[in-house]
């Protein structure tokens, strides 16, 4: 069973920049979600992907967007990146798009700008 | 207030202790409920699921008090390899507005020393 990757593992960005995150989800499962966490706080949710469409978003800025693929792969796109945007994002795979499938996390990728 | 608050601590115990942690939530229809682990600077685990008749996984104890609003996650004879980070996770009964949202507390600190 392949777990959930994600790439790339740090990033450092400038202000106002675009940076796309990527995310495989873990074998069997059809649904991603995307959370920041910042230092000291939990996982803040922005939003699922299921079948391809979103499926709930937190409360976060349109510059924060995303896409999922056939393969349930997904894509975390943020633009005119801002300095508050530093924390380490976190991609779960789960199954079912339903609010009882517990999440499985990636790595995570740790965004720092600047 | 938060959706999801949690005791940050830090809990410092000695092994062998038993430490308890509470979480309190503000949604009285959330449906679901999850202890999570991070390690420091990694991703969180799921540790396990609470249901409403409370379970057991070793030394580990969670309960779920929906009057109360509340779930608490107890560990029994502590280990060095406890330390971490616990974080709590509240799901909501899926609606359009909230469908995929898990809402995670801010983590309680665990420490077991020798």
């Known amino acids: 069973e392949t777990g959930v990757t994600q790439s790339p593992t740090h990033l450092i960005k400038t202000r106002g920049q675009q940076v796309t995150l990527r995310c495989s989800s873990q074998s069997g499962h059809n649904t991603v979600s995307w959370y920041q966490q910042a230092l000291g706080q939990g996982p803040q949710f922005i939003f699922q992907y299921y079948r391809e469409e979103e499926n709930g978003r937190g409360n976060f800025p349109p510059r924060f967007s995303g896409l999922q693929f056939p393969n349930y792969s997904s894509e975390l796109n943020v633009n005119a990146l801002e300095l508050d945007d530093s924390a380490l994002y976190l991609c779960?795979?789960?199954?079912?798009?339903?609010?009882?499938?517990?999440?499985?996390f990636g790595n995570g990728t740790r965004l720092t700008v600047t | 207030r938060k959706e999801v608050e949690q005791d940050p601590g830090p809990f410092n115990v000695p092994e062998g202790a038993t430490v308890a942690f509470n979480c309190t939530y503000s949604?009285?229809?959330?449906?679901?409920f999850f202890w999570y682990r991070q390690d420091c600077r990694k991703e969180p685990k799921l540790l396990m699921s609470?249901?409403?008749s409370g379970n057991e996984d070793g030394r580990f104890t969670a309960q779920l008090n929906r009057a109360s609003q509340y779930i608490s996650l107890l560990i029994r004879d502590s280990k060095l390899s406890d330390s971490a980070t616990y974080l709590c996770v509240v799901n909501p009964s899926p609606t359009n507005t909230n469908a995929g949202k898990s809402t995670f507390g801010d983590g309680t600190t665990l420490t077991v020393k020798p």
């Open positions: 949604n009285s229809a959330s449906q679901s």
């Open positions: 609470v249901y409403s």
């Open positions: 779960a795979s789960s199954l079912g798009g339903s609010n009882n499938s517990p999440l499985h």
